[in-house]
T-cell receptor, first 115, second 113 residues
Framework: AQSVTQLGSHVSVSEGALVLLRCNYS??????LFWYVQYPNQGLQLLLK??????LVKGINGFEAEFKKSETSFHLTKPSAHMSDAAEYFC?????????????FGAGTRLAVHP | EAGVTQFPSHSVIEKGQTVTLRCDPI?????LYWYRRVMGKEIKFLLH????????ESGMPNNRFLAERTGGTYSTLKVQPAELEDSGVYFC???????????FGPGTRLTVL
């Protein structure tokens, strides 16, 4: 069985500060990992994904994440927070078998960015 | 290209009533997924269609929930009769066959009073 744990339901940073959102996963098979972002009144948007290629994955809006198998982690980072980054972020894990994937999500982390 | 759309955006009903949610996937996407987020908890998988066929409905909570995908295009999710614990946000997502990237709709917020 697969699972995801996101540490911290709320994270607050200053504009220009480092953003670090933590995600740990559990999977008995090599996982595919995703970060999604949800802005107010919008659907989930894919930020980035790990699919067994490079362990450091770059996504949209300056975000990146590093897959660390030894730590079963896939933390999301951004060097400098912007006010527009305020949103809710979801980490998800899946196996991609049979040509489709059922996403298993973490509980989400709401990021607040203050001036 | 139009994204995944869902209707209605909000629905408020009383316990015991029936509600039908609709999802229109991106044109050409064979895979359609339904997920639900109960307040404060994680987003959970409900079921998956490939074209008009249910591929995996392991996440459906109980038999009060019925999903259909007529002709392999749009999908509906009916809750009958609704209970208080059905309140939450229902997301629909779609993907192309063989792709691991799912595109999500904005969700339908269901409130059962």
């Amino acid at each position: 069985a697969q699972s995801v744990t996101q540490l911290g339901s709320h994270v607050s940073v200053s504009e220009g500060a480092l953003v670090l959102l933590r995600c740990n996963y559990s999977s008995s098979v090599p996982p595919y990992l995703f970060w999604y972002v949800q802005y107010p009144n919008q659907g989930l948007q894919l930020l980035l994904k790990y699919t067994s290629a490079a362990t450091l994955v770059k996504g949209i809006n300056g975000f990146e994440a590093e897959f660390k198998k030894s730590e079963t982690s896939f933390h999301l980072t951004k060097p400098s927070a912007h006010m527009s980054d305020a949103a809710e972020y979801f980490c998800a894990v899946t196996t991609f078998s049979g040509g489709y994937n059922k996403l298993i999500f973490g509980a989400g982390t709401r990021l607040a960015v203050h001036p | 290209e139009a994204g995944v759309t869902q209707f209605p955006s909000h629905s408020v009903i009383e316990k015991g009533q029936t509600v039908t949610l609709r999802c229109d996937p991106i044109s050409g996407h064979d895979n359609l997924y339904w997920y639900r987020r109960v307040m404060g908890k994680e987003i959970k998988f409900l079921l998956h269609f490939v074209k008009e066929s249910k591929q995996d409905e392991s996440g459906m909570p109980n038999n009060r929930f019925l999903a259909e995908r007529t002709g392999g295009t749009y999908s509906t999710l009916k809750v009958q009769p609704a209970e208080l614990e059905d309140s939450g946000v229902y997301f629909c997502a779609s993907s192309q066959g063989g792709s691991n990237e799912q595109f999500f709709g904005p969700g339908t917020r269901l409130t059962v009073l």
